[in-house]
C-alpha cells in the first residue's frame, strides 16, 4: 500500500454519481491520501465538502493525472474515450462508469460480488457495468454458480436519475406543475414522464431493441463469460427518483427449488432477501435509496417452464449501480496489489 493512502481523482465530481463517488469514498473510508475533484471548465471552484474539508473542483485536462494512482470517471462516454487512455499511460488507473469500454475485449467489465478475478487482467482501465446490469448479475451470481443459467428474460423500471440531474429536476417540475394545473416543462424526455412510464432507453436499433436493452445483453454475457446465454431485455423509464426494479424471469440449466434459491440468495455477497409477500415486503425503490445492497424478493417458480425462477430485484442506481460499484472496483485493485 502507497504510504499513507492513494492519490485518488474523480472524474465529472459535480454529478449525480461524482458526488455520490465521492461520499462512497468517505463512507467506506478508502485510503485517500490526496483527493483530486476534476470537471468542465463549468464547475471550476465549485467545492465538494470531503472528510470535512471543502475540495475545489479544478478543470479536466490532459495534464490531470500526473502522479495519481487511481481516478473514478463519470463524464459521459466522449470525454473517457479521450482522457482515460490518457491517465492509464501516465500510470493512473482508470474505474470508468461510461459505455466507452465496456465492451472492449481488452477492458475487464467488474462487478466485485460476481468477477473479482477480472480485475487482474486490466491494462489501466476498468469498466463499471450499467447500472441495470450490475444489479441483475449479483442477484443471478449464486443461482448462475449453482445450477447454471441458460436464458433470462429481464424487463427493468428504471428511475429518473439514471439519466441524470436534468431530469430528477424534469420529474419534479412536471409534478409540481401537475398538481397545479400548469402547462408541464419538457426538455429531457421525448414525452411526459410524471405520472407516466416510458418504454424507452437509449437509441432505438434496427432490430426493434434499444441501447439500454442491448447493454444488458452484452454486459451479462461477458462478465459471467459465458456467450451462451440468452438474454432478452426491456427497458423502461419510470416516474421514480432513485432505484432501479427489474422483474427477473430465468430459466435454469439444471432444477432449482424456491427454497434452495432463496438459501442461496440469503448467503449470497451483496444481496438483502426481502421476501415475505403476505405481509407486504418485497423489495421498493424508497427502501433501497442510499443503500449498497441489492434486494432480491417475490421469488417464485416459473409455472411455463420447468426449470425457471421469478423474481424482483431492487437497487439504487446511483450508488450500487454505479459510484459504490466504482469505490468497490478501487478497494478490489487495493486487495490485490494492483495499485
Same mark, same amino acid.
Given at each position: =500500500?502507497?504510504?499513507?493512502?492513494? $492519490?485518488?481523482?474523480?472524474?465529472?465530481?459535480?454529478?449525480?454519481?461524482?458526488?455520490?463517488?465521492?461520499?462512497?469514498?468517505?463512507?467506506?473510508?478508502?485510503?485517500?491520501?490526496?483527493?483530486?475533484?476534476?470537471?468542465?471548465?463549468?464547475?471550476?471552484?465549485?467545492? %465538494?465538502?470531503?472528510?470535512?474539508?471543502?475540495?475545489?473542483?479544478?478543470?479536466?485536462?490532459?495534464?490531470?493525472?500526473?502522479?495519481? &494512482?487511481?481516478?473514478?470517471?463519470?463524464?459521459? /462516454?466522449?470525454?473517457? $474515450?479521450?482522457?482515460?487512455?490518457?491517465?492509464?499511460?501516465?500510470?493512473?488507473?482508470?474505474?470508468?462508469?461510461?459505455?466507452?469500454?465496456? =465492451? &472492449?475485449?481488452?477492458? #475487464?467489465?467488474?462487478?466485485?460480488?460476481?468477477? #473479482?478475478?477480472?480485475?487482474?487482467?486490466?491494462?489501466? %482501465? %476498468?469498466?463499471?457495468?450499467?447500472?441495470?446490469?450490475?444489479?441483475?448479475?449479483? /442477484?443471478?451470481?449464486?443461482?448462475?454458480?449453482?445450477?447454471?443459467?441458460?436464458?433470462?428474460?429481464?424487463?427493468?423500471?428504471? @428511475?429518473?436519475?439514471?439519466?441524470? =440531474?436534468?431530469?430528477?429536476?424534469?420529474?419534479?417540475?412536471?409534478?409540481?406543475? !401537475?398538481?397545479?394545473?400548469? *402547462?408541464?416543462?419538457?426538455?429531457?424526455?421525448?414525452?411526459?414522464?410524471?405520472?407516466?412510464?416510458?418504454?424507452?432507453?437509449?437509441?432505438?436499433?434496427?432490430?426493434?431493441? !434499444?441501447?439500454?436493452?442491448?447493454?444488458?445483453?452484452?454486459? !451479462?454475457?461477458?462478465?459471467?463469460?459465458? #456467450?451462451?446465454?440468452?438474454?432478452?431485455?426491456?427497458?423502461?423509464?419510470?416516474?421514480?427518483?432513485?432505484?432501479?426494479?427489474?422483474?427477473? /424471469?430465468?430459466?435454469?440449466?439444471?432444477?432449482?427449488?424456491?427454497?434452495?434459491?432463496?438459501?442461496?440468495?440469503?448467503?449470497?455477497?451483496?444481496?438483502?432477501?426481502?421476501?415475505?409477500?403476505? @405481509?407486504?415486503?418485497?423489495?421498493? *425503490?424508497?427502501?433501497?435509496?442510499?443503500?449498497?445492497?441489492?434486494?432480491?424478493?417475490?421469488?417464485?417458480?416459473?409455472?411455463?417452464? #420447468?426449470?425457471?425462477?421469478?423474481?424482483?430485484?431492487?437497487?439504487?442506481?446511483?450508488?450500487?449501480?454505479?459510484?459504490?460499484?466504482?469505490?468497490?472496483?478501487?478497494?478490489?485493485?487495493?486487495?490485490?496489489?494492483?495499485?
Amino acid at each position: =500500500m502507497a504510504q499513507n493512502g492513494y $492519490r485518488v481523482a474523480v472524474v465529472g465530481a459535480t454529478g449525480a454519481v461524482g458526488t455520490t463517488m465521492v461520499r462512497v469514498l468517505e463512507e467506506r473510508r478508502f485510503p485517500v491520501r490526496e483527493l483530486k475533484l476534476l470537471a468542465s471548465s463549468r464547475s471550476v471552484g465549485k467545492q %465538494i465538502s470531503f472528510r470535512g474539508a471543502q475540495v475545489s473542483v479544478e478543470e479536466l485536462t490532459e495534464d490531470s493525472f500526473q502522479g495519481l &494512482d487511481v481516478a473514478l470517471f463519470s463524464a459521459g /462516454a466522449s470525454v473517457s $474515450r479521450r482522457f482515460a487512455p490518457i491517465a492509464a499511460r501516465v500510470g493512473c488507473v482508470v474505474v470508468d462508469n461510461s459505455s466507452a469500454f465496456r =465492451m &472492449d475485449p481488452h477492458t #475487464p467489465l467488474v462487478v466485485p460480488e460476481v468477477n #473479482p478475478h477480472a480485475v487482474r487482467h486490466h491494462q489501466g %482501465i %476498468i469498466a463499471n457495468p450499467n447500472c441495470s446490469t450490475i444489479q441483475m448479475v449479483v /442477484a443471478l451470481k449464486p443461482i448462475q454458480d449453482a445450477v447454471g443459467i441458460q436464458r433470462i428474460v429481464v424487463t427493468t423500471f428504471q @428511475a429518473v436519475s439514471g439519466t441524470g =440531474m436534468k431530469a430528477i429536476q424534469e420529474l419534479r417540475r412536471q409534478v409540481e406543475a !401537475t398538481v397545479k394545473g400548469e *402547462p408541464l416543462p419538457q426538455e429531457v424526455y421525448p414525452h411526459q414522464i410524471a405520472f407516466n412510464c416510458l418504454p424507452h432507453i437509449g437509441s432505438f436499433l434496427d432490430s426493434g431493441y !434499444t441501447e439500454e436493452e442491448m447493454k444488458m445483453v452484452n454486459e !451479462t454475457r461477458k462478465i459471467f463469460e459465458d #456467450p451462451d446465454i440468452q438474454v432478452c431485455a426491456t427497458t423502461v423509464r419510470v416516474p421514480v427518483y432513485y432505484g432501479h426494479s427489474e422483474s427477473v /424471469a430465468v430459466e435454469m440449466r439444471k432444477p432449482l427449488e424456491v427454497q434452495d434459491a432463496v438459501a442461496l440468495l440469503s448467503k449470497a455477497q451483496g444481496v438483502q432477501v426481502v421476501d415475505d409477500p403476505l @405481509a407486504g415486503r418485497y423489495p421498493m *425503490p424508497l427502501d433501497a435509496e442510499g443503500r449498497d445492497e441489492t434486494f432480491v424478493g417475490r421469488i417464485r417458480k416459473d409455472i411455463s417452464i #420447468p426449470n425457471g425462477l421469478v423474481f424482483w430485484v431492487v437497487a439504487d442506481n446511483i450508488r450500487k449501480g454505479a459510484a459504490t460499484n466504482a469505490v468497490q472496483i478501487a478497494e478490489l485493485l487495493v486487495q490485490e496489489g494492483l495499485l
